[in-house]
């Protein structure tokens, strides 16, 4: 039932973004030929029907550039995923038609309708899509198309997931019977219950193999869905390369996507981004340059030593946001007084206490640093660190050193690649999330990274910032 609710509400994407297409590239072409004709007068009227078939041939052909996407698949996506997905295959798009328009050496009429129709495009067809999802949200949440399950496995890695079913309906899933293990008797009763039975879930990562190997036969037998809780090596076997070598096939695991031409593409990416930002805030980086000067002097860049990739340590730039006499770092005269001070604070006033420290009311910072911190004026600095090599747009938290000793041997995966000015934890709950969210959020980024992702983290980290959430 789920699986055929999951498809209808997939296929019916294909004539909804059609659709979507077509309205956009309609809406253009009216806002140019009506609304925009005593702004810009017209020299070439472009006839509405003629528009309108080229708009229904170019829309198939953007449908295709969709599907080679991924944007049909059947499995759901995070909501951050399927944007940078409708966002690229949008681009994707546009940039066919250029590159079409330049080969067959023809000169468009009109620039606005090509970047209008674009713009248009990637904001309906994520209207198209969020209703869907909304619909199918709506549906799961009354039981429709909800996949019945059967949990195998230990009561406490059961548990978890029950909870969560049952706080989430929207999820898709129902628990309908639990058992400790497998025999006979469970079985048969597993079998008479057969239309009120989706699929069989082992949940505990432990149970014997043979055990689940009996389960697996049974979801088989039955024609239902198999699903099981992944241990701790199957966990880190996403990014995998296989390698034959003397005939014996060898399988090479990856921390992260980020590897030969993945590589290569985001420190591209981060040159050419960090360059164009340093120019486009250059003048915010003055005006906190000068608040710094006027308020306390100099120095006023901090040089926070961090570890960055494989551990190795790098300076990352921050306008001082203290007073000299409060400022850690082996450039203060102060340093060691500085650092005994604020082992007390975080004693005394960290809200978390695994992993990192975040100190609230900050007795050490200055009016100017506040004001700095809010909208993290003290950070742009930082885009000099990504230029140089030693930071990434986008990417995990930076570590200090003092944290790396505390941190479990699972929180050093994060370390896999260059920390980044800002990252998913940054832009889901910034200081407010807890220590195993913020590692948990960087763990997923580290593994599924993709240059879709990251345009999606900078595209929505402005407005994370405006509104100041856990900033601090």
């Not at 996949?147 to 999820?171: I, N, Q, W, Y």
């Not at 885009?383 to 986008?394: A, C, E, I, K, T």
Request: charged residues 25%.
């Amino acid at each position: 039932m789920m699986k055929r609710a999951r498809l209808f509400f997939t296929v019916i994407l294909v004539p909804l973004d059609y659709l979507m297409l077509i309205l956009a590239a309609l809406l253009t072409y009216s806002i140019r030929f009506t609304a925009l004709a005593n702004v810009r007068p017209i020299i070439y009227l472009i006839p509405p029907d003629y528009f309108l078939r080229i708009t229904m041939l170019v829309a198939i052909v953007w449908i295709v550039l969709f599907a080679l996407n991924g944007m049909y698949v059947t499995s759901r996506r995070r909501l951050t995923n399927e944007l940078a997905r409708i966002f690229f295959g949008c681009a994707t798009g546009f940039m066919a038609i250029i590159l079409y328009l330049v080969f067959r050496q023809e000169l468009f009429t009109s620039r606005f309708i090509l970047l209008g129709t674009f713009l248009a495009a990637v904001i309906l067809v994520s209207f198209g899509r969020l209703t869907v999802r909304g619909i199918e949200r709506i549906a799961l949440a009354h039981g429709i198309g909800v996949t019945s399950l059967v949990l195998m496995g230990s009561a406490e890695s059961r548990a978890e997931l029950h909870d969560e079913f049952t706080r989430k309906p929207s999820l898709g899933y129902r628990v309908s019977r639990e058992y400790d293990h497998l025999d006979a008797d469970i079985a048969e009763k597993i079998k008479t219950a057969r239309t009120e039975v989706q699929g069989i879930m082992v949940t505990d990562p432990n149970l014997s193999r043979d055990e689940a190997l009996r389960i697996l036969n049974l979801a088989e037998d039955m024609h239902v869905r198999f699903f099981y809780s992944a241990d701790l090596f199957a966990a880190v076997t996403t990014n995998t390369t296989v390698h034959a070598l003397a005939g014996i096939p060898l399988i090479e695991l990856s921390p992260t996507r980020l590897d030969g031409w993945g590589r290569v593409a985001k420190r591209t990416f981060d040159i050419a981004g960090s360059s164009i930002l340093l120019i486009l805030t250059s003048p915010f980086i003055l005006a906190s340059a000068l608040l710094v000067f006027f308020e306390t002097g100099r120095p006023l860049i901090f040089k926070n030593e961090r570890y960055g990739e494989h551990g190795r340590t790098f300076d990352a730039l921050k306008f001082r946001s203290m007073f000299q006499k409060f400022s850690t770092g082996k450039q203060f005269p102060d340093h060691d007084h500085a650092l005994a001070y604020e082992k007390k604070l975080i004693e005394e006033r960290s809200e978390k206490k695994e992993g990192v420290y975040k100190i609230k009311n900050d007795p050490r910072v200055t009016r100017v640093g506040t004001f700095l911190r809010r909208y993290s004026l003290d950070e742009l600095p930082q885009l000099w660190n990504v230029f140089r090599g030693d930071m990434s747009l986008v990417g995990p938290r930076p570590h200090q050193p003092r944290e790396i000793g505390e941190y479990a041997h699972y929180h050093r995966h994060v370390l896999a690649v260059k920390p980044g000015i800002t990252g998913l934890a940054q832009i889901s709950g910034r200081s407010d999330l807890s220590f195993e969210e913020e590692v948990r959020l960087d763990t997923y980024y580290v593994e599924n990274w993709s240059l879709a992702l990251d345009v999606f983290i900078l595209l929505k980290t402005p407005f994370v910032v405006l509104l100041r959430k856990g900033a601090y």
